[in-house]
């Protein structure tokens, strides 16, 4: 088998806003607090808090301030932030992201629905924002939405996921991530997504995020492995989704994407155990067991 895969992967856990963003009921800033502070002490480098856009839009990220300023840093741990606009960027200023993440969309529809303005537009108000962040010294990642499919225009073909891809090179972006907001990816679709962004991007700077509402989320990280991708999202306890992408379920388990690395002999840096507790401690809270089939039978196997 000439199969190669990376020896490291960076993991972003982005449960704290991509997880929590969609909750029905509010969540407190101590609990997102909480879990930030044991996904760090699980060992994750790198978590996306919350997001600076509109509180009407997104009612569950109104708390961005409180939980980053309530955060207890640890050195070598990057925080990153959503920041649409110049608004929501000079709002996350006080907080001092390591990070900050423009979010576009490689359909038009999706663009409209979740942000209210075209990709075009959309490039517009990210560009003054990565501006402002690179001369500040704060990193900027872009993140591509439906990359392989779209809740309203359906498959979405890589030409325009390069397309993205090449305007937020354009304008300065850092690194990107592949996302399949709406889980309907399947390996060789991801394959390609990720493929058409490298024709602007090197490999080191692309990410996968895969939402798992189809159950290929794994598949689809073992193919984007299997390309030289080592960066992935994953969201603890698999929580969360889109509110704009209706039906769309959560991201891929931290837990399930750590189990899978470490049978690989893949080095994630981070303690399963300690990850299973930080996924178990927001599920108590929301009332529910943990959507990662790693964390059920490991937490059954400790019942037992
Ligand atoms: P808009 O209505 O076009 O904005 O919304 P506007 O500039 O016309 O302003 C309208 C109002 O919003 C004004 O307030 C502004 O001050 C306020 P008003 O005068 O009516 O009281 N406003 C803001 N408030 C706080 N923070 C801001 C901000 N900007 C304007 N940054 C906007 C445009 C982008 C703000 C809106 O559409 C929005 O907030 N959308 C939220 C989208 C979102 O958070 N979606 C979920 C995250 S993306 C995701 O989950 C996908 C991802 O995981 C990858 C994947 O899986 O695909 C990243
Ligand atoms: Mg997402």
């Known amino acids: 088998m000439s199969i190669t895969y990376p020896r490291q992967v960076r993991l972003i856990d982005v449960g704290p806003r ?35 856009v ?7 990220m109104a708390d961005n301030h409180e939980v980053m300023s309530g955060i207890e840093r640890q050195p070598g741990v990057r925080y990153s932030v959503l920041t649409p606009n110049l608004k929501g960027y000079e709002a996350s200023l006080a907080d001092r992201p ?17 942000i209210n303005c075209s990709i075009a537009e959309s490039i517009e108000r990210f560009a003054p924002v990565v501006e402002a962040a690179r001369a500040q010294g704060i990193a900027v990642r872009g993140a591509m939405s439906c990359t392989v499919g779209c809740p309203y225009e359906g498959e979405v073909a890589p030409e325009r996921v390069a ?54 989320a ?37 837990e399930d994407v750590v189990y899978l690395l470490h049978g690989l002999g893949i080095d994630t840096g981070i303690d ?13 809270f929301l009332g529910r067991k943990p959507n990662s089939r790693v964390a059920t039978a490991v937490l059954n196997k400790r019942a037992g």
């Open 18 to 52: 991509d997880g929590l963003q969609n909750e029905k009921s509010p969540v407190p800033a101590e609990v997102k607090i909480g879990l930030v502070h044991r996904l760090q002490q699980a060992g994750l480098k790198e978590i996306e808090v919350t997001s600076y």
């Open 54 to 60: 509109s509180p009407k839009w997104v009612p569950q």
């Open 98 to 114: 390591d990070e900050v993440v423009v979010f576009g969309s490689a359909s038009e529809a999706f663009s409209q629905k979740n």
């Open 163 to 216: 397309y993205l891809a090449g305007l937020l090179k354009g304008i300065g972006v850092q690194r990107v991530d592949v996302a399949d907001t709406i889980g309907v990816g399947t390996p060789l679709k991801v394959q390609r997504a990720v493929e058409a962004t490298l024709q602007h991007f090197a490999i080191d700077d692309v990410s996968g995020h895969f939402h798992d509402t189809y159950g290929q």
């Open 218 to 254: 794994l598949s689809n990280t073992l193919a984007a492995l299997q390309m030289g991708v080592w960066n992935f999202q994953s969201s603890v306890a698999g929580l969360g989704g889109c509110p704009y992408a209706k039906g769309a379920t959560g991201n891929v388990a931290t």
């Open 272 to 284: 399963l155990d300690r990850l299973i507790d930080a996924g178990a401690y927001v599920s108590d």
